[in-house]
């Protein structure tokens, strides 16, 4: 019997077939096709080999240059400037106790992030709109001109923060919501006992248990830093701001998609998935040495 | 005695921590109202008569008169019903075949007995952390014959890896005992996954079931590079189209929608909050059923760590 449950149960992989196709056509076949970033891709016939041709033309180009440099101060905006809000979010809404407004604002928060990047874009255009939108009435009942977000340069990139916070806020705070939730409430009350303030408190407990979660969270968007969210990006920009927002991931679908420059726009990714590995790989073995838990 | 304590400890507590807990609220509300006031602004205007959709304001949230002129319009519009109904069909495909692969893959790489386990999950984990170029990717897509087809879009993250652990960790917790009584009996894998596995795994199924599906329901972006076809378009491309690029041509000019007198009536940024209400209805609607499902179960685990 021993022996018996031992033996290995080829039929098991008819039930994983349908995945590894799918693994095969669009991940491992379309990964390995990556090496025509080292080619010039022809339609027919083969691929010469021409090195780092595409990617000694990638670094010479200077919107290319242009597109990392937007790439990493959006990613800086919605992972840095970000982090802080969901923590102030939870840490609040913890202290609300009535659990009908609990549950409100629970629910109405944790909404758009469900909602496609393509309506809330058309949500904020909206929104921002000069001639009828809701901030620019804002901005008339104070006696101020009206200001068109969405064109200005100066103002895109925080349209985008503005956006991904109204999006993710809510539901981004529910994992500090849990570990909040999760703290024992025998620690508040010994230290009411002691006579602790609200600031004692937050300073002694709260944070110290927050901060296992917060470290995993923070290593984890590390990870991701070069995608800085494509989606958002591809549907907020236009032709007067794309200089400014025009990231990686947009790029790449631009230069591929849209002109056709097959290997070039592969030589792109290839580097922003190198870079990516890195940084996934630290991000994991970070998270792992610091929490005992990693990616995988 | 009991009581006496509760009030003394109300006493104690309050002005100092309940004037915070109140600034607390009412900040949180604020940010509720920043939620709400741009998606009832749009159905605001999207109901609004068409004589007087001017005096819809950027922060008016309730419609001004009613009329439901803007959705006969588009629900007469050949494109945009076709989209409708396309964007369920990937839904709904999509979505169940998500599920029957992801659960089959997860029970096979959950039990022991499969070979070559190793392998399958550094395979797991490579899918995960390697991303294959946008390219590459179309160009399989292309050299397999998917092209201006709906299945392109349906098979594009036909396993989302990141669920497929979510569910390998889900079976795994389920005693073996249970798995093995069954296998003695003479029960086939597939046996055992349809009538042991699923149905102690059916919150789990719910929670993905639930995600995949607002991910298809949302999906533009492979619809747009993978369909020519503007009538196999989904909701979501339409509504870029429509509303992200302004591009009202897309939407009004296709075909004989509507009187010319009728278009004239009609303004513009209400067709295209409706397009976006209509777009948001269904999210809507499952949106009780993710918050049951999955909101809890994250307080709840959170909870019990």
Not at chain 1, 23 to 40: E, K, R, S, T, W
Not at chain 1, 99 to 119: A, D, E, N
Not at chain 2, 9 to 19: D, I, M, Q, W, Y
């Amino acid at each position: 019997m021993a022996e018996l449950s031992k033996r290995k149960d080829w039929t098991l992989l008819i039930l994983l077939t349908p995945a590894l196709i799918y693994f095969l056509v669009y991940h491992l076949i379309p990964i390995a096709g990556m090496v025509m970033a080292f080619q010039d891709y022809r339609f027919v016939g083969k691929s010469p080999f021409v090195g780092l041709k595409h990617f000694k033309m990638l670094f010479a180009s200077p919107a290319f240059l242009q597109v990392l440099v937007n790439t990493l101060i959006i990613s800086f905006m919605k992972i840095v400037l970000f982090f802080p809000l969901p923590i102030i979010f939870a840490l609040m809404l913890n202290e609300v106790r009535t659990s009908f407004l609990r549950k409100f604002i629970q629910s109405t928060t944790y909404l758009p992030h469900f909602l496609s990047w393509v309506v809330i874009a058309g949500i904020w255009i909206a929104f921002l709109s000069p001639s009828s939108g809701g901030v620019n009435q804002l901005r008339g009942i104070f006696g101020l001109p009206p200001r068109d977000y969405m064109t200005d340069k100066s103002a895109i990139r925080w349209v985008l923060f503005a956006s991904e916070t109204w999006r993710s806020l809510g539901w981004d705070s529910i994992i500090y919501l849990a570990a909040l939730t999760s703290i024992s409430p025998s620690l508040y009350e010994s230290a009411d006992l002691d006579g602790a303030g609200a600031l004692q408190k937050m300073r002694f407990i709260t944070l110290p248990e927050l901060l296992p979660t917060m470290v995993t969270v923070f290593i984890l968007n590390m990870g991701f830093f070069l995608n800085a969210g494509f989606d958002q990006v591809f549907n907020m920009m236009n032709d007067s701001v794309i200089s400014v927002v025009d990231i990686l991931d947009t790029y790449v679908y631009r230069i591929g998609l849209l002109n056709m420059q097959y290997s070039f726009s592969t030589a792109a990714s290839l580097f922003k998935g190198a870079i990516g590995l890195v940084l996934i790989l630290a991000a994991h073995q970070g998270s792992r040495k610091i929490t005992g838990k990693g990616l995988w | 005695m009991v009581k006496n304590v509760s009030t003394t400890r109300k006493v104690r507590t309050p002005a100092s921590e309940l004037f915070w807990r109140w600034c607390f609220i009412a900040l949180l509300l604020c940010t509720c109202v920043i939620v709400l006031v741009p998606l009832l602004n749009l159905l605001a205007l999207s109901l609004s008569d068409p004589s007087r959709v001017s005096e819809v304001r950027g922060l008016t949230v309730f419609p001004k008169g009613f009329s439901l002129i803007n959705y006969k319009v588009l629900l007469a519009n050949p494109l945009f019903m076709r989209s409708i109904l396309n964007s369920v069909y990937i839904t709904v495909v999509g979505t169940s075949l998500n599920l029957l692969v992801t659960s089959m893959a997860a029970f096979a790489l959950t039990r022991p007995k499969l070979p070559f386990k190793r392998f399958f999950m550094v395979l797991i984990i490579v899918v995960m952390i390697l991303e294959p170029a946008l390219v590459t990717e179309y160009l399989v897509v292309k050299k397999i014959g998917l092209m201006n087809s709906l299945w392109a879009v349906i098979l594009y993250k036909a396993v989302n890896v990141y669920y497929l652990i979510i569910l390998m960790r889900y079976f795994e917790e389920i005693p073996p005992s249970l798995v093995e009584a069954a296998q003695v009996d003479g029960a086939s894998n597939m046996t055992v996954l349809r009538s042991i596995v699923l149905p102690l795994s059916k919150p789990a199924l719910a929670t993905l079931g639930l995600f995949y599906g607002v991910f298809h329901w949302n999906e533009y972006f492979r619809a747009s590079i993978y369909l020519t076809d503007p009538m196999k378009y989904p909701l979501q491309l339409i509504l870029r189209q429509f509303v992200v690029l302004d591009d009202t041509a897309s939407l009004i000019g296709s075909g004989a929608l509507f009187s010319y007198d009728e278009a004239a009536r009609l303004s513009y940024s209400a067709l295209q909050a409706s397009t976006i209400v209509v777009a948001i209805l269904p999210v809507l609607i499952v949106y009780p059923l993710i918050l049951k499902y999955y909101a809890r179960g994250v307080m709840e685990g959170g909870v019990k760590e």
